[in-house]
């Protein structure tokens, strides 16, 4: 079992720059590959950003690349998003979530192949 809680949400203007984080319990961490997702308003949940678990391999959207980096920090059981250049479209709830038996190396893009979830932290980006 792995419970995770995200923080570091909050309100931006456009171009500037926040930092999520989400801490995850279990001795299993290590172990799982770790994902970003966003639901924006009237959207599906969408990919953004998973990194592999030993951090070395990241995956991104295409819609993120070159302004989030995804990072982790095994021995505190935290993963982060860096995000920078934040526009009014990056404006959504934002999950972290956690796979245990991930189809590639450096993780999923599929909301399915993850197994435990976060309950989300608020991003508004105010143009």
């Known amino acids: 079992q792995v419970q995770l809680v995200e923080s570091g949400g909050g309100l931006v203007q456009a171009g500037g720059s926040l930092s999520l984080s989400c801490a995850a319990s279990g001795r299993t961490f290590s172990s799982c590959v770790m994902g970003w997702f966003r639901r924006a308003p009237g959207k599906e949940r969408e990919f953004v950003a998973s990194?592999?678990?030993?951090?070395?391999?990241?995956r991104y959207a295409d819609s993120v690349k070159g302004r989030f980096t995804i990072s982790r920090d095994n021995a505190k059981n935290t993963v982060y998003l860096q995000m920078n250049s934040l526009k009014s479209e990056d404006t959504a709830v934002y999950y972290c979530?956690?796979?245990?038996?991930?189809?590639?190396?450096?993780?999923?893009?599929?909301?399915?192949?993850?197994?435990?979830w976060g309950q989300g932290t608020q991003v508004t980006v105010s143009s």
């Open positions: 979530a956690a796979d245990l038996a991930p189809p590639a190396f450096s993780g999923s893009a599929g909301v399915s192949d993850y197994d435990y």
């Open positions: 990194i592999s678990r030993n951090g070395i391999s990241m």
